[in-house]
């Protein structure tokens, strides 16, 4: 148990042996009673649309949640008691035939915009309405609710995909279904038109406030600037939510009450830097030419391939019968000498005489009679008509390697013989290089103490956030290197992990607390028992004893009891192939509801409802998994491949 957990249950103990049982008592009651008063007001959307959101709004009393107190309310510049007002009457077809909406735009109490919808609503959606023939579910017209650039509500024609949620609501799909659920048509026809006109003025907030028969009601008002202009600053973040960050930084500056904070004690007792870094593994594909790993010049008188990689290059001549004969060089060059296989002089020729030199050093001849010195061979120039040749290979792979090596072919000769050469063979290795290797630019901040993680995206996956690991794995991944013929695909568990870390650099306490005390208790104390030390103010220390016990705690239920009903519904649900009731074989379904069940274990049904499951300890999760799976897998047999028909 670490030493803060032990301080608090220490605390804990001590407050309970202060408190007497009957006290106790009284507080678990009153803290279920304000529980339960909480729960009835602000359990459900309803309510809390109910008892805050529309008085709020309209500029009605609040009240506490026990009811003691009532108190006014100013959360907006402008209110109206009724915004909007929808009225919706359907025809013998089941369609509906009269939709009309009437508008109080500038929040003035007074409605002075209406709209009369043109077209029969045979399809209610969650952003528009689908009108077809009467009583049929032919010759559709998907409409879409929007805004004018004068902010009149109006209807714009679109493509089904663009809305959501339609369901059919005309005699195609049953009868009286307007009339029959004629409260949740006008919820969601308002829904809709509500919908257009926040998006179109983010300033207006709006609550539900009633439906009357065949009309709902809204309560409305402008709750974010008192200003005609739509696109005030603090709507501006709805579109830009990056510029907080700075304009938050730029109120703090001018704020006295802030600067006061930032330089306070409290705020100067330590100061945190925030770093990013990043651990990155980097793979490198490099392609090697010949050319890349070997350069030649000189007195080169030709080139020939002697295979792959292999390349034969003859250094060659006319001589003299004179005193000194002349001595022709080629340089080698090695670029990249790990890369030389081997390189040998393979062939010497001449007509009279050659003698091959590497570095200065004499290392073989052609010729009838030996020439290995410095010196001119016996014998005169012109000793017969035949050349003469060596192909006694002679290994220089050390030398090339060792650096720039220069090979030559000192030629004599006279008469009609006058030429000699000396071939040199060169092979090398142009295979593809790969290097990898991981940069760890974090090693730092991850092996200092006073670092914490607090944010790391692995290849686009968010792995912490706010120093909280959010669970998700990325999956390893497979990319490719290299091009032409050096490519190379590679699978790791991660490319690129980005992190930020936050670093204590400072702390302004001068020294650690006193927690002798606190140690004291600790080491002393039993389950029945509290030892204490007290230091008084001459320096003195007292040490008591005193028995304790923890109250007994009440009994907790193993879950909350909630009971599972269900009520019968039309699937009245369209799609782009029409009506989903005509592609089933029983165009009724069932909607399924949970609810929390009373203190007695009664379960609150609503209207039309039937208890499938009574009030207990339910577990639907095997269910909501299936439904789930079921969902995905019926999203996957939709998508579309390349096939050919």
């Known amino acids: ?298 007195s080169i008188a030709s080139v020939t391939s002697c295979g792959a990689n292999c390349r034969r290059y003859q250094i060659r001549g006319a001589g003299t019968c004179g005193s000194t004969p002349p001595i022709y060089t080629a340089t080698f060059d090695p670029i990249a000498p790990a890369r030389i296989v081997s390189a040998r002089i393979v062939e010497m020729g001449a007509d009279d005489w050659v003698q091959a030199r590497v570095n200065g050093a004499i290392v073989g001849y052609a010729g009838k009679r030996q020439w290995l010195g410095t010196g001119l061979p016996t014998g005169d120039c012109r000793i017969g008509d035949d050349p003469w040749y060596n192909r006694n290979p002679i290994d220089t792979t050390a030398q090339l390697k060792a650096g720039a090596t220069i090979v030559g072919a000192r030629v004599r000769g006279g008469g009609g013989g006058n030429w000699g050469y000396v071939t040199v063979e060169v092979i090398v290795d142009t295979a593809c290089e790969v290097s990898e290797r991981l940069v760890d630019l974090c090693a730092g901040y991850a092996g200092n103490s006073a670092c914490r993680l607090l944010s790391e995206d692995v290849d686009g996956v968010e792995t912490v956030r706010n120093g909280v690991n959010t669970g998700l794995k990325p999956l390893a991944q497979t990319r490719l290197f290299g091009s032409g013929n050096c490519s190379y695909q590679y699978s790791r568990d991660f490319f690129l992990r980005s992190r930020r870390y936050s670093c204590l650099t400072d702390s302004a306490t001068t020294s650690d607390p006193d927690l002798s005390r606190a140690s004291y208790i600790i080491d002393h104390s039993t389950e029945t028992m509290l030892a204490d030390r007290i230091q008084s103010a001459d320096g003195s220390v007292s040490e008591t004893t005193r028995a304790f016990s923890m109250p007994d705690r009440p009994a907790v239920s193993s879950c909350e009891a909630i009971c599972k009903t269900r009520a019968p519904k039309a699937n009245s649900g369209v799609a782009p192939a029409g009506a989903v009731a005509e592609r089933q074989n029983d165009p009724t379904g069932w909607d399924s509801f949970y609810h929390v069940c009373s203190a007695d274990s009664v379960c609150p049904l609503g209207e039309g409802e039937e208890i499938v499951t009574p009030c207990g300890c339910i577990d639907d999760f095997p269910e909501a998994v299936v439904m789930m799976q079921t969902v995905r897998l019926a999203g996957s047999d939709l998508a579309c491949t390349a096939a050919s028909q």
Not at 119 to 145: L, M, Y
Request: overall charge negative.
């Open 1 to 298: 148990m670490s030493r803060c957990l032990r301080l608090s249950f220490c605390a804990l103990a001590l407050t309970a042996t202060l408190a007497a049982p009957a006290f106790a008592q009284d507080m678990e009651a009153r803290a279920r009673a304000a529980a339960a008063a909480s729960r009835a007001k602000s359990s459900e959307s309803d309510a809390i649309s109910q008892n805050y959101l529309t008085p709020g709004l309209s500029n009605q009393p609040v009240s506490t949640v026990d009811g003691s107190q009532r108190f006014a309310t100013s959360l907006a510049c402008q209110q109206s008691a009724t915004m909007l007002e929808l009225l919706a009457q359907p025809g013998p077809s089941g369609d509906i035939t009269h939709l009309s909406i009437t508008r109080d735009k500038d929040l003035d109490g007074s409605f002075d915009s209406s709209l009369t919808v043109p077209v029969a609503v045979s399809g209610i959606c969650a952003n528009g309405i689908i009108s077809c023939e009467a009583g049929t579910w032919d010759q559709c017209r998907p409409f879409k609710w929007d805004v004018g650039a004068s902010g009149d509500l109006k209807l714009s024609e679109v493509g089904l995909p663009e809305l959501s949620g339609c369901y059919c609501v005309n005699a195609s799909c049953g009868s009286n279904l307007v009339s029959g659920n004629l409260a949740s048509v006008l919820k969601d026809l308002g829904g809709g038109v509500i919908g257009a006109l926040t998006t179109a003025d983010p300033r207006v907030g709006v609550v539900q406030a009633s439906v009357d028969g065949p009309v709902i009601r809204y309560v409305g008002a402008q709750t974010t600037a008192c200003t005609d202009d739509p696109t005030v600053s603090a709507t501006g973040y709805r579109a830009n939510p990056t510029a907080i960050s700075s304009d938050a930084y730029s109120a703090s500056q001018a704020s006295s009450v802030f600067t006061a904070l930032a330089a306070s004690p409290a705020a100067s007792g330590k100061a945190e830097v925030t770093s990013s870094c990043t651990i990155e593994r980097e793979i490198e594909v490099r392609s090697w030419d010949y050319d890349d790993i070997l350069a030649v010049s000189g």
